[in-house]
């Protein structure tokens, strides 16, 4: 078959299953994020639009130059990377815009736990542990972050202090008692 006839994917079709890593959102929920990851996420999109995909461009446009493209390296790799960035500025653009920011620093006191507290709970094994509550597209497991969709999280989210909760786990129920709530201290901007 002729390449004429051929149709490259654009890769809008695979827009859920672009980025695996990044969980679904729950239907019908909103995307929590606090304002640090929302600035994150924005500087990526802007560095994608304004920065990298430009100077993309312009390497595919030179390399086009140069005859024979079904074997230019430059041309073919530039190509699938023009597609990857445009998948990814989709996917930001769609999540920032059901993105609605939370400040966790509004709950700074509360001994209760809300999207951004920084929770530490013991576990009915004796084992001590604190997690942030973040949101989906900034939670990093490395960083003892879980998403507010996690099992953890919604276990222990409108806990308080001294609260009891259940978790159910693949190995069956465990029990978590909340012993202490943080949240960021909210910053002295005037």
Do not use: C
Request: no cysteine; hydrophobic share 40%.
């Amino acid at each position: 078959m002729s390449k004429a006839f051929t149709r490259e994917s654009d890769g809008a079709e695979e827009e859920d299953s672009a980025y695996p890593d990044s969980p679904a959102l729950p239907a019908g929920s909103r995307n929590y994020i606090t304002p640090a990851g929302f600035a994150r996420l924005r500087a990526e999109l802007l560095e994608l639009i304004d920065g990298e995909r430009p100077k993309l461009v312009d390497t595919v446009h030179w390399a086009a130059g140069n005859g024979d493209r079904s074997e230019n390296g430059d041309y073919l790799y530039g190509k699938k990377r023009l597609r990857e960035i445009d998948r990814r500025i989709r996917f930001l653009t769609k999540r920032l815009e059901i993105a609605e920011v939370v400040d966790p620093a509004v709950h700074a006191g509360s001994d209760q736990v809300f999207f951004g507290a920084t929770v530490t709970y013991v576990d009915d094994q004796g084992g001590e542990r604190t997690v942030t509550i973040m949101g989906i597209d900034e939670a990093e497991s490395h960083r003892s972050q879980v998403s507010w969709i996690s099992p953890v999280a919604r276990a222990l989210l409108r806990a308080r202090v001294g609260d009891e909760v259940r978790l159910a786990t693949p190995g069956g129920v465990r029990h978590l008692e909340v012993v202490a709530v943080r949240y960021p201290a909210a910053d002295a901007a005037p």
